[in-house]
Nanobody, 125 residues
């Protein structure tokens, strides 16, 4: 059974940091690109970051560039998303997703085959 378990969310003050984890099982982790998406209250889900399988190349949305970082530990089947200098507008449910092929369109949700259940990040002002 394929599972993606996102964790690490919580309540943090503006300017603070968090580390989100996405633990994967049920598929060959090394062969998948892993993306992070988020959905704020009343808004559509949007892409945040992605780390590709072939070369480990990373992509970031403009809104989080220079504040977020993603990395993968293939030995642990886990991808991390480090959130720094958090802002209230970063408040959202964060989802991780796995793509069987490195996406041609990094933020296209249809490129991702499996999705986790999400973890809530709340940033207070």
């Amino acid at each position: 059974e394929v599972q993606l378990q996102a964790s690490g969310g919580g309540l943090v003050q503006a300017g603070g940091s968090l580390r989100l984890s996405c633990a994967a099982s049920g598929f060959t982790f090394d062969d998948y690109a892993i993306g992070w998406f988020r959905q704020a209250p009343g808004k559509e889900r949007e892409g945040v970051s992605s780390i590709y399988r072939n070369n480990g190349r990373t992509y970031y949305a403009d809104a989080v560039k220079d504040r977020f970082a993603t990395s993968r530990d293939n030995a642990e089947n886990t991808v991390y998303l480090f959130l720094y200098s958090l802002k209230p507008e970063d408040t959202a449910v964060y989802y991780c997703a796995a793509a069987r092929q490195d996406p041609r369109l990094v933020w296209a949700e249809y490129e991702y085959n499996y999705w986790g259940q999400g973890t809530l990040v709340t940033v207070s002002s």
